[in-house]
C-alpha cells in the first residue's frame, strides 16, 4: 500500500515538474518527458502489469489537463509501460545502458506517434521542422533527464522493496 502511495505521489510530482516548474524556471522551450521516464522505469523495474496501470495513469493525468481526447495519452503511456514491461526479465538495477535506450526509444516512439495522429492527420506535413524542432531536442533533454531523474526512480524501488522484504520476515 505505501508502494502505491508513493508512486502516486512520483507520478503528481513528475507530472507537476514536467509541466509547470520546467517551463517556468528552464531558459529553454523544450521539456524533458518525465511522464516517460516514470512510466517506462516502472514498466521494466516491475513488469508490464505494474508498467501498464503507471502508463494508463500517466496518460490520463496529461490527457486531463493537455488532451484534446480523454485516452490518447492513456492509450500512448500504456503502451509504453507494457513494451519497457517486456524486459523486466533482462533488468539489472547496475546497468543504465538498457533504461537509457528504452526510455529514449519510448520517447521517440511517442514523439512519433503524437505527430502522426495529431498533426500528420490534420494535414501539417512539415516533418522535418517538426522532427529537429521538437522531436530531436524532447529526445536529447530526456535522455539528459533519465541520467538524473532514473538513478532516483531506481533507490524508491530498492527502498520499497527492502521495506517489502523487512515487512515479511
Not at 521517440?108 to 498533426?119: A, E, H, R
Amino acid at each position: 500500500m505505501l508502494g502505491f502511495f508513493l508512486n502516486a505521489l512520483v507520478l503528481f510530482f513528475s507530472f507537476l515538474l514536467q509541466t509547470a516548474i520546467f517551463p517556468a524556471v528552464l531558459p529553454i522551450h523544450v521539456y524533458p518527458n518525465l511522464l516517460i521516464i516514470f512510466t517506462a522505469a516502472l514498466g521494466f523495474m516491475k513488469g508490464e502489469n505494474v508498467g501498464m496501470v503507471v502508463g494508463f495513469f500517466c496518460g490520463l493525468l496529461y490527457d486531463a489537463f493537455f488532451g484534446g481526447v480523454i485516452g490518447f495519452h492513456a492509450l500512448l503511456f500504456l503502451y509504453v509501460g507494457f513494451l519497457n514491461g517486456k524486459f523486466y526479465r533482462v533488468f539489472y538495477p547496475e546497468d543504465l545502458k538498457l533504461p537509457l535506450a528504452l526510455i529514449t526509444v519510448s520517447d521517440l516512439t511517442y514523439s512519433l506517434t503524437c505527430y502522426v495522429f495529431l498533426f500528420l492527420i490534420w494535414g501539417k506535413f512539415d516533418f522535418p521542422y517538426y522532427f529537429l524542432h521538437v522531436i530531436l531536442p524532447e529526445m536529447l533533454v530526456t535522455l539528459i533527464a533519465t541520467i538524473i531523474f532514473y538513478p532516483l526512480f531506481l533507490k524508491m524501488n530498492e527502498w520499497l522493496l527492502h521495506g517489502k522484504r523487512k515487512r515479511e520476515h
